[in-house]
């Protein structure tokens, strides 16, 4: 076999493999319509109608004991959002976007004289130093990265996430 012959085939076996990589899946199964997230149990569902489709362990804000009321709280809100944005090119892996903060959150914050701040997302693990112990987030929700190649597939944006206490 000619060495052109043998880096032809390198070079498609490892162009197969990178492509089994992806962090980008199909997903044809039936529509998650919501999300919820029960904090003090530490767990995410996605749902379609009543029918559970998915159930994860998550990890939330520094600050989860709390309800988010100010930027830089580290607590991970609660109340009525939606998935709102993508992220492909996120920091922790992939990124959904959530609604935060809403009329609500930001009267509050304000009528403490601060900024109810923002960018909460649902994500995977951070791209640099790996995975992180139990909530270490600034009030984001994590999952891990196969968990968040999965639900980034699942997930349109406009689907409703509840968040609760």
């Known amino acids: 076999m000619g060495s052109l012959t043998r880096r032809g085939l390198l070079l498609g076996s490892l162009l197969a493999v990178s492509g089994c990589s992806s962090k980008?899946?199909?997903?044809?199964?039936?529509?998650?319509?919501?999300?919820?997230?029960?904090?003090?149990?530490?767990?995410?569902?996605?749902?379609?109608?009543?029918?559970?489709?998915?159930?994860?362990?998550?990890?939330?804000g520094f600050?989860?004991?709390?309800?988010?009321?100010?930027?830089?709280?580290?607590?991970?809100?609660?109340?009525r959002y939606l998935i709102d944005r993508r992220n492909p090119n996120s920091?922790?892996?992939?990124?959904?976007?959530?609604?935060?903060?809403?009329?609500?959150?930001?009267?509050?914050a304000?009528?403490?004289?601060?900024?109810?701040?923002g960018d909460i997302f649902i994500h995977g693990q951070p791209n640099i130093g790996g995975k992180r112990g139990p909530d270490w987030t600034a009030g984001c929700i994590a999952l891990t990265n196969k968990e968040m190649r999965l639900l980034y597939?699942?997930?349109?944006?406009?689907?409703?996430?509840?968040?609760?206490?």
């Open 24 to 60: 980008f899946i199909t997903y044809n199964g039936p529509e998650v319509t919501r999300l919820i997230v029960l904090k003090e149990k530490r767990v995410m569902y996605a749902l379609h109608g009543t029918k559970v489709l998915e159930r994860y362990d998550v990890e939330l």
């Open 110 to 117: 304000e009528a403490l004289g601060q900024s109810p701040g």
């Open 63 to 79: 600050g989860s004991r709390i309800d988010k009321q100010v930027e830089g709280d580290g607590g991970t809100p609660v109340g």
């Open 153 to 165: 597939a699942m997930v349109k944006n406009g689907t409703v996430i509840d968040i609760y206490p």
């Open 91 to 108: 920091s922790f892996y992939l990124s959904l976007g959530i609604s935060y903060p809403n009329a609500r959150d930001i009267a509050r």
